[in-house]
């Protein structure tokens, strides 16, 4: 699966933009805070071609991608507000 579609879809499946209180990345997982984690589709999320699984932990919605979480991250950010995205590129 190509990125974009696989962020298109990751984004669509956690609720939309307007369900994305914040956003940053580490090293393998999405980090997500999330207006209402009863709105996304887990299960689906989990089934992606891409997604190795999702864990909810410490109030994040994280969803784990592997060694291109950077690439995935940065197809997704453009389609939010600015004002929600965290920078978590470290150099």
């Known amino acids: ?51 190795l699984t999702v864990v909810k932990s410490g109030g994040q919605y994280q969803v784990v991608i592997g060694d291109n979480v950077a690439d995935i991250y940065d197809k997704i950010t453009p389609k939010l507000n600015s004002s929600i995205v965290i920078d978590s590129k470290k150099k």
């Open 1 to 51: 699966m190509k990125d974009q579609q696989l962020a298109d879809q990751i984004l669509e499946k956690v609720g939309g933009k307007d369900n994305v209180n914040s956003l940053i990345h580490c090293v393998t997982r999405l980090r997500f805070k999330l207006k209402d984690e009863e709105v996304a589709k887990t299960d689906e999320i989990k089934k992606l071609d891409g997604v």
